[in-house]
């Protein structure tokens, strides 16, 4: 059995490369033992995950407004036709990666999946579409989703909104959990969520009555969903700090191609030295796996899911739907 997976791998994304990670222990325990696995990945010289049966394979296209990168790109396009060719089953699956909302550079990654759903179907690959999240803002955008997944027997979906939203265009579907919640599979551990709060009403004044002292305090926070945010990141860390806690910046994201999603850029305005601060994937995983923090202040959907799955008390900061299917 040979499995194609199309994700947003090499991204220097923490969640991806974690849904990765389970997402092919899932598929193993389904498939066998001896499937061998394609990750379609960004960035093929630095693997968070690896694996003896999971190679790496560069995406196409690559940075395609350069002209130095034509016959790269040439190349990956017959690769990619390759291994979806030679494949038993391309697997379309990670989170969110269907939406047409989100701040970044790009615009929207829609008209990216549907070239790959159409490159599977000329191929003739089945496919599986596997934990996926959809969030679609713009009706007109319904017609690119009905196309994307119309061609596809097996949806899986990772929460209600996303079966919803299928179903507006005819499509059934399937929810299953976010893979990222097996990853701690020796424990239970007990965690509150204590408080839910909203982005766009967001105040720092409204974490002021949470016991902070003696905690190191994670803050998973991205850029652009709060209103005056760093006046309000400033007196969040204050607040924090005056209550007798540590702050521990935590991102999430080190995409180097989108500044807009890069974390750790955001985060670096707040940084003082007396503060800790994670600068790579395996470190930000570790915070979690290993309890360097005590609480967690979480804008960052997986950085919710972690602290459920490592028994970490968060507050969550809803700036999506996403964040808010995650808690209902």
């Known amino acids: 059995m ?107 990654p829609l008209r990216q999946w549907l070239m790959r759903v159409r490159m599977c179907q000329l191929l003739r690959t089945p496919i599986l579409f596997y934990a996926v999240g959809i969030d679609i803002q713009k009706k007109y955008n319904l017609p690119k989703i009905k196309a994307i997944f119309k061609s596809s027997d097996h949806i899986l979906v990772r929460d209600q909104h996303s079966a919803d939203t299928l179903k507006q265009v005819g499509i059934k579907s399937e929810i299953i959990p976010d893979p990222v919640f097996s990853d701690n599979q020796k424990k239970h551990p007990t965690w509150k969520c204590l408080k839910t709060l909203s982005s766009e009403s967001f105040d720092a004044t409204q974490i002021a009555d949470i016991d902070f002292k003696g905690k190191t305090v994670g803050l998973a926070l991205r850029r652009g969903y709060i209103k005056k945010e760093e006046k309000q990141i400033t007196e969040m860390i204050h607040i924090i700090e005056k209550a007798g ?47 360097k923090i005590d609480m967690c202040i979480s804008m960052r959907y997986h950085s919710m899911v972690l602290s459920r799955i490592y028994g970490i008390d968060y507050v969550a900061i809803n700036y999506a739907e996403k964040t808010r299917q995650l808690h209902k």
Request: no cysteine; net charge negative.
């Open 2 to 108: 040979k499995i194609t997976i199309f994700a947003s791998i090499g991204a220097q994304n923490l969640w991806d490369e974690l849904i990765l990670k389970n997402e092919i222990d899932e598929l193993r325990a389904e498939y066998g033992d001896d499937t061998r696995f394609v990750v379609m990945s960004y960035d093929t010289a630095h693997l968070f995950f690896q694996d003896a049966s999971v190679k790496y394979s560069e995406y196409f296209p690559i940075d395609s407004k350069k002209p130095k990168n034509l016959i790269r790109n040439i190349w990956n396009f017959f690769s990619t036709l390759w291994h979806v060719a030679t494949s038993d089953i391309a697997v379309i699956g990670w989170g969110g990666i269907f939406y047409d909302t989100e701040i970044q550079k790009w615009e929207s």
């Open 245 to 291: 806690g540590k702050v521990f910046l935590l991102p999430h994201s080190f995409h180097k191609m989108d500044v807009l999603a890069n974390d750790l850029i955001f985060l670096s305005q707040f940084y003082k030295k007396k503060h800790e601060f994670t600068t790579h994937l395996s470190w930000a995983y570790e915070a979690y796996s290993q309890n």
